[in-house]
Nanobody, 127 residues
Framework: QVQLVESGGGSVQAGESLRLSCVYS??????VGWFRQAPGLERERVAH????????CYADSVQGRFTMSLDTAKNTLYLHMNHLKPEDAAMYYC??????????????????????WGQGTQVTVSS
């Protein structure tokens, strides 16, 4: 069983930054990353990476603005969100997929790939 606990959400103005954190327990294989879900919309991937692989895969909508980092010594995953836009407002979920494997290139990370979810942290962006 993997536990994921997010923190760091809040309310900001467009153009500002936030850093989300996700502390994970008993996990060091497969993939870990972030999804988000806005009201009335489907949950969508934001970014993910694979343990042992120094490469992060980003959704097009956040590429160049968001950076994800992994501190394995602290069992913590971070999502640094810069130049936030109103359309980034959503509940952000940390996700873990122990069975996912790196295939050499970034491929979309689907909901069906995820085995464990955090409780979510809310991000609000006002214009």
């Amino acid at each position: 069983q993997v536990q994921l606990v997010e923190s760091g959400g809040g309310s900001v103005q467009a153009g500002e930054s936030l850093r989300l954190s996700c502390v994970y327990s008993r996990y060091a294989s497969g993939a870990v990353g972030w999804f988000r879900q806005a009201p009335g919309l489907e949950r969508e991937r934001v970014a993910h990476r694979y343990f042992g692989v120094d490469r992060t895969c980003y959704a097009d909508s956040v590429q160049g603005r968001f950076t994800m980092s992994l501190d394995t010594a602290k069992n913590t995953l971070y999502l640094h969100m810069n130049h936030l836009k109103p359309e980034d407002a959503a509940m952000y979920y940390c996700a873990a997929a122990p069975s996912s494997s790196w295939v050499g290139v970034c491929r979309p990370w689907y909901l069906r790939d995820v085995a464990y979810w955090g409780q979510g942290t809310q991000v609000t962006v006002s214009s």
